[in-house]
């Protein structure tokens, strides 16, 4: 599934573990409202990779959520569900390359560890019962965060090699999430400032892959009581009766003035006013 890319694509790729929150939606607006703002597409991905984790009707929620919005979005909404064939086939890329192998190490084993040690390198072949890691390179890389500035990491002292099987068999997000982003032609990665210590993996995955790095956009989260607002820490589902109020909330933290309206009149508004500059360098939002 490869799509010829506009100059500018983006999207929102949420996990259909719970519903919308107030957190998820603001994740929602600016990866939308910096779309907007370069004259590109928006798009949406269901990242349901862990079943055990995914919440029956959770997906169809989300969408009837940011419609509820306003938030239209561009072509068929992917599932990662349903794309387990392109994930092997990445692997085989990979493993052709001889850049895995094959881990067995418990969690346990690995307590206290910061970075993984290079236990199971030897193993180049595969085996039962084991993870397939991905042998991250020994090199520097750096590149300007849109949000959060200039990074640099020296990516395997400082993150060690990536699981992209799990032991279970179900692919990893890190894996995934980079095939899916290749395939969808994305230009740029807007998403919370969490992610932003997996990007340097992704990178050397999109390399190993041969392909270019898009761009990269870390916008700070909304914490309470010094927690991220998230479905683990039980952060009330959005209400869609609500839409207006909701967005009404959002304003503020984005540097924009906002009059209430209808959700697609102010994010019509919001479109002609947003600057990435009133959250660059910012890491959180309290609320």
Not at 30 to 35: H, V
Not at 260 to 285: G, H, V
Request: net charge neutral; proline share 6%; hydrophobic share 40%.
């Amino acid at each position: 599934m490869t799509n010829q890319s506009p100059l500018y694509r983006g999207r929102f790729a949420p996990s259909p573990t719970g519903p919308l929150h107030l957190g998820s939606l603001l994740a929602a607006l600016i990866s939308y409202l910096e779309a907007r703002r370069q004259g590109g597409e928006w798009w949406v991905r269901i990242e349901d990779l862990d079943p055990p984790r995914t919440q029956p009707g959770a997906s169809d929620a989300i969408l009837r959520s940011l419609e509820a919005h306003g938030l239209a979005w561009h072509s068929t909404v992917m599932h990662q569900s349903q794309r387990s064939e392109a994930y092997q086939k990445a692997i085989e890329a990979l493993y052709n390359r001889d850049l895995l192998f094959w881990c067995r190490c418990s969690r346990k084993q690995l307590t206290g560890t910061q970075v993984y040690p290079g236990t199971c390198r030897a193993c180049r072949q595969p085996r039962a019962d084991a993870a397939i890691r991905f042998q991250t390179p020994a090199v520097e890389d750096r590149f300007t965060d849109l949000f959060q500035g200039p990074q640099q990491s020296r990516l395997a002292h400082d993150y060690g090699d990536v699981v992209i099987r799990r032991r279970d068999g179900l692919f990893a997000y890190q894996l995934a999430v980079v095939v899916d982003d290749i395939d969808q032609g994305m230009t740029d990665i807007v998403r919370g400032i969490d992610l932003l210590s997996s990007t340097f993996w992704q990178r050397a995955l999109y390399r190993a892959l041969g392909h270019d790095c898009p761009s990269y956009a870390h916008f700070p989260v909304l914490v309470h009581a010094d927690q991220k607002l998230s479905k683990q820490n039980f952060a009330p589902a959005l209400n869609n009766q609500q839409a207006v109020d909701n967005l009404m909330q959002l304003w503020h933290w984005l540097g924009l003035t906002i009059e209430r309206d209808t959700p697609e009149r102010m994010l019509a508004e919001a479109s002609a006013q947003w600057s990435p500059s009133s959250l660059q360098t910012i890491r959180e939002i309290e609320i």
